[in-house]
């Protein structure tokens, strides 16, 4: 219980440090010897003095070490074993928490010769017999062993070197070269040691033949049977060995051959099958006759019971050939671990699988082979589950990701294209919760507000949102390392949609729609028919568009090309303008509203004091085929001077065109009509009647004699007129700078449009002229310098930037066109020496 716990097993401790107290931190393992001093535990020394470090799915961590080890204390059939954990929360292992523990195991009766084959290394230990003719004997100088042999030592008995036997050579090392090649040798009063990291260099891959192996067994039992066989052999790392040790003035020669199984393992419906050979020859050299003593298994270091193996459904083979263990996929005693295959999430199941085997033969009596062996099921692939969890009452999208295993960590998610740390998420709105369940295994909880940023909002129907979480999730595995990517995609619908709403207005001479925005429509798009209304459409059909936001304001003209006419009657026309909301992306239509109003006919027709008429006919609905440029007045020669896809526009004089007239005692009516013609044929089919009433004012007959009068003159009158002069901001003259947009501000040589129009009285009879036009530094006009626009009415020859005049023409806002004068000059700014006065 606590940080630690321990178990015997044998000759080897196990002690397991819990993930409770160890989880998320750094360790370092140190191993104090008999003296006190602590040695760092890593991978080589591991090896090499007999100790085992792995980790389980579950966190936690085991350290295994061999009776024999290094850093053991061997008291008559105890042996003990002291180490030192610190732990930190930073990899500078500042700060850390130290944890000591001391444990002693019994060990069992050493058999003459004793094999483990661990996880890291293996390991050969094997009983020393002297003959005892040379205890006998006696050595008087124990010291001219030094002089003989100076790498021996003084002691009574000790290893002095060691022959490795490979198939090209014999190679000999002394005990410190063995020791600095990453070798473990040791002597007791009764035994010698080796144990092999299997990385050594003289380790060689050995591949063992099952059936051939039971041929030889059985020829051993006296069987003189003797078959051709070819079989598939299991590989087994083998170090064949010859180890010398000094015993007073006799040197002596154990054969300290070892063998572990590298392979062996097979899967067949969902079982694992591990198959380990009985006969091994490379331990068999000079053996003569194999008895079989005893075959013990289990899992993690514990034996089973024959009743505990049928309980979990294991199966154990003592064949004549080979051993052989049956373990179901899923098991009690194993356990599942995370794995990552290209990418793809899955588990792979484990043991840890624990076989003891004992035989007689003739050279060694008894020998134990003890081999702990983890074993991986192959890969399955995983389904990751996401549960999306709404919590409508706070507006909150709770997404659980999982389960998974212990050994799974996050460590970052990636918002809109960018990896987030995860204690960083939090930034962006995200909260990340660790949830743990009884069985170990935990998910991650996702909480995003529905408004963040980085949730996609989208317009389903009716009052319909889709809220969409779009993220993913990295993880990494322990102590592997591997990393794997979920993709989170949340789908919520909620009923919080506020579509926009429009209201249509007109002034007479426009058709307004004001569309208040709602909570859907941010990437909606305005079109008329099938054409996009951006700024510079709007600008080109002298649209006013305006959006503040809130609100979206459409104006267009009474006379527009995209306005529908229909109901033509003496009394009133219904002029619509319809627009379509699309969306931005798929462009499927999502609102669609429309503005009519009723105007007056008189609107089309203008009849001027001095006899012209201005008349616009209109091509109404149902009347599409109708082309505009082939309407004439009764004088087919009479043409329209303006025309559009939809109206035409005729400005002739009473007294022409076939113009008609009638009398009564008040007025005088002119008469004319619009009319469509097919090509080639004389017979209209479209006729517009039109027509222009004058007041007749009473007459009196008078006398007069005729008188020499002075030649006529231009008189000057006196009145009040009202003028404007206006800053347009485009060549089309549609859109003047209003009083909040001053000062303007313009760069050199931009373009100035200017209007001077008269706006006071509407009399048909005066003309506007523009005599003299300047610009002066202030507000001032009668301030210094001055420089001159119009001189006299014409442009000014002293400026290379001449004076431009537009024409105006008759339109619905220009009733009277000899009323407005239009000019453009380019900015200039006034200097003095090389100095600007103003910017």
Known sequence: ???????????????????????????SLFVIDQSGTAWEL?????????????????????????????????EKDVF?????????????????????????????????????????YMEVSVRREVPQTIKNFAQDEPEDWTHIFPETKAEEASIWQIVFHQPEEKRALLVSNAWSAGYGLNATDSRVLLRVPYTAAQVQLVEVGVLLLAQQASRLCRSNQIRSLQDQGITFSVLRSSTF???????????????????????MNKTIIWTVPKYIPPLSAGVTSFKDVLVEAGVNLRKLSAKEMT??????????????????????????????????????????????HQWEDNKWRLTKHTIIKEIEAPFEQAEVAITNNLNLSVRLMNVTVGTFLPDVELVNLTIEGVPVAVPEAVQHGYLIHRTRYANGSKAYVIEVPLDAPSIKKEYMREDLRAYTLNVTLTFVTYPSSETFVVPVIALSAVKDAVLPSARGFCDGVNLHLLIAHGNVDQNWLPFISDQHLTQEAAQKYNYILRDNGTHLAISVPFLSPHVSYEGFHTSAIKASFYLTLKDGITLAQRRYFSVSCIFSPSELIQCLPNGTVIITAIKLVGGEDLDTALLVLRDRQCKPSLVTEKTATFKFNVNTCGTSRKFNSTTMTYENEVLYFRPGNDTPIHQLKFLCSYAVKQTDDVQYESKKNPPPSIKPGFGCLVLSLKLFKEKSYSEPYQESEYPVVKYLREALYFEVELRQPKDARLDLNLDNCWATNSQSQDSLPQWHILIHGCESNTDSYRTVFHEVNYSL???????????????????????LLHE
Not at 1 to 27: H, Q, V, W
């Open 80 to 120: 003990t074993v002291t180490i030192q954990i610190k732990v930190s929360h930073t990899p500078d292992m500042s700060n850390a928490t130290t944890y000591l523990k001391s444990a002693s195991c019994h060990y069992d009766p050493w058999s003459p010769r004793e094999l483990t084959c661990e996880s890291n």
């Open 813 to 835: 806002r220009v009733k009277f066109p000899q009323h407005l004068k239009r000019f453009e000059v380019r900015m200039l700014t006034f200097v003095q020496d090389t100095s």
């Open 42 to 74: 890593d991978e080589a020394m591991a090896a090499q003095c007999g100790y085992t470090v792995t980790y389980t799915t579950w966190r936690s961590i085991e350290f295994h070490a061999s009776a024999l080890s290094c850093h053991s204390l061997l």
């Open 1 to 27: 219980t606590g940080p630690m716990s321990l178990e015997c097993s044998g000759n080897i401790l196990r002690i397991t440090l819990s993930a409770e107290y160890f989880e998320d931190k750094y360790l």
């Open 311 to 356: 309980s979990r459904k294991y199966v154990l083979l003592n064949e004549l050939k080979a051993i052989k263990m049956k373990i179901p996929i899923g098991a009690e005693g194993g356990y599942y671990k995370t794995s990552v295959s290209n990418g793809q999430l899955g588990i792979k199941y484990t043991i840890n699988l624990f076989l003891e």
């Open 245 to 267: 040790y000094k015993y007073q003035w006799v040197i002596l020669m154990l054969d300290t051959a070892v063998a572990c199984p590298v392979d062996g393992v097979d899967y």
